[in-house]
């Protein structure tokens, strides 16, 4: 059997990374941040961006850690949560495949203001603060693509902030099963299914209210034939009754 020179080495590698960029900017063309990029352009974004794999429960960042990258979710979910000065932790979002977390520190160079844990095994598209700047300057379209997302932030906050001040606990949480609806369902033979695995204490986290009320008012749903829980997913079965619900 021959021997392998360095220069076959040298080109073997560089197929791969070939292969490697290819794959990147096919993901990357399905994140709403980089949809509208032409093929040159995301072919420059997939060549800084690095993936990383987090175990579920491990931490990508902490509340107030030094914002040196962005993620997106390739695969699997992360928490995006609050902890306040009790100790207490309020889950502000989940983030699934496609979905992207921790730009906002990238523009503003302050400490991260919430912190992110992999949900369950999750393999994320890292890009660093340096790489993002630079793509966001020589590229406007991404620049605009960010500002749209920020807005969308702020507006799930003011509607966040609706919830916990003027609903009630069941409202809550059936408006925190609308929004995971739209966000992370695919439908199945009984109607939409969350896809994530949630705790009763993960949705309570996410609605506002303590687990064992989270508990009851899911209990009342499913007795109500309004939705099933079938191994920590979550089947949406009426939504038009569910939402209905809202008192606000």
């Not at 949809?35 to 491990?58: C, F, H, M, P, T």
């Amino acid at each position: 059997m021959g021997r392998v020179s360095n220069s076959d080495y040298s080109q073997l590698h560089q197929a791969d990374d070939s292969v490697a960029e290819r794959s990147m900017a096919e993901f990357l063309r399905q994140v709403e941040l980089f949809s509208d990029l032409s093929d040159e352009e995301l072919a420059r974004v997939a060549a800084i961006a690095q993936e990383r794999i987090y175990k579920k429960g491990n931490h990508i960042f902490f509340e107030g850690d030094p914002g040196g990258a962005m993620f997106i979710v390739k695969d699997g979910a992360v928490r995006i949560y609050r902890l306040s000065a009790g100790g207490r932790e309020k889950t502000l979002a989940m983030v699934s495949r496609g979905d992207c977390f921790g730009e906002m520190s990238l523009l503003d160079a302050f400490p991260r203001s919430a912190g992110a844990q992999a949900l369950e095994d999750a393999r994320l598209i890292m890009i660093s603060r340096e790489h993002f700047l630079d793509i966001m300057a020589s590229i406007p379209k991404i620049a605009l693509k960010v500002i749209r997302v920020l807005t969308a932030r702020l507006r799930e906050a003011d509607q966040q902030i609706e919830y916990l001040s003027f609903g009630d606990a069941r409202s809550r949480i059936v408006s925190t099963l609308l929004d995971l609806l739209r966000k992370h369902s695919r439908p199945g033979p009984y109607g939409y299914t969350i896809d994530l695995k949630l705790t009763h204490q993960e949705l309570a986290n996410l609605s506002g209210v303590t687990r064992e009320t989270a508990s009851r008012i899911l209990a009342e749903l499913e007795s109500d034939g309004l939705i099933q829980i079938h191994e920590k997913n979550i089947i949406i079965i009426d939504e038009k009754s569910l939402r209905s619900l809202l008192s606000f």
